[in-house]
T-cell receptor
Framework: AQTVTQSQPEMSVQEAETVTLSCTYD???????LFWYKQPPSRQMILVIR??????QNATENRFSVNFQKAAKSFSLKISDSQLGDAAMYFC????????FGTGTSLTVIP | KAGVTQTPRYLIKTRGQQVTLSCSPI?????VSWYQQTPGQGLQFLFE???????NKGNFPGRFSGRQFSNSRSEMNVSTLELGDSALYLC????????????FGSGTRLTVV
């Protein structure tokens, strides 16, 4: 079965600084999608960024970017110029015909 | 456009009862999937519906069931509630199956006492 591992239960970053959240996954599939979702206290899972496995170019969305290493099965999220509103639980997710989620990283942004 | 709407937001039920949760997808979305989120098990896939048919199912007992209506709205039912069923239940909708554009709702917080 596919598994997603987030080895950092908690992370903190100073406002305006950069932080990287780690994620590794295990699969034998070649065609899949990878995602980072943010879950604030409002509970809604908000899509941060997504990556198609067949694309070698790393996805970027404004201050959010990923480092996708397909051979290493690694998918880290970099948040640049961190803002107070970035504080939330972040989930890495893999999808082929269903989502598989990691256990989450709680990000604290320090003013 | 309106997002994914889940009702109710909160629910308290007694052990042994049954419960029905509702999910209204984004207009035009035909795929609805359900997830259970608990502190111990994290986020786990329950099932996915597309065009009123269950297309995929996770590893949950038969007490967990669902259905999808012709307007794509979906309901999830849990019978004979157990304390361990206390969780946040999230649904997500997408235009079609295996599409990466999934949007999640804010969930229903179920507490079983």
């Amino acid at each position: 079965a596919q598994t997603v591992t987030q080895s950092q239960p908690e992370m903190s970053v100073q406002e305006a600084e950069t932080v990287t959240l780690s994620c590794t996954y295990d699969t034998s599939e070649s065609d899949y999608y990878l995602f980072w979702y943010k879950q604030p206290p409002s509970r809604q899972m908000i899509l941060v960024i997504r990556q198609e496995a067949y694309k070698q170019q790393n996805a970027t969305e404004n201050r959010f970017s990923v480092n996708f290493q397909k051979a290493a099965k690694s998918f880290s999220l970099k948040i640049s110029d961190s803002q107070l509103g970035d504080a939330a639980m972040y989930f890495c997710a893999y999808r082929d015909n269903q989502f598989y989620f990691g256990t989450g990283t709680s990000l604290t942004v320090i003013p | 456009k309106a997002g994914v709407t889940q009702t109710p937001r909160y629910l308290i039920k007694t052990r042994g009862q049954q419960v029905t949760l509702s999910c209204s997808p984004i207009s035009g979305h035909r795929s609805v999937s359900w997830y259970q989120q608990t502190p111990g098990q994290g986020l786990q896939f329950l099932f996915e519906y597309f065009s009123e048919t269950q297309r995929n199912k996770g590893n949950f007992p038969g007490r967990f069931s669902g259905r999808q209506f012709s307007n794509s709205r979906s309901e999830m039912n849990v019978s004979t509630l157990e304390l361990g069923d206390s969780a946040l239940y999230l649904c997500a909708s997408s235009l079609r199956l295996n599409n990466y554009g999934y949007t999640f709702g804010s969930g229903t917080r179920l507490t079983v006492v």
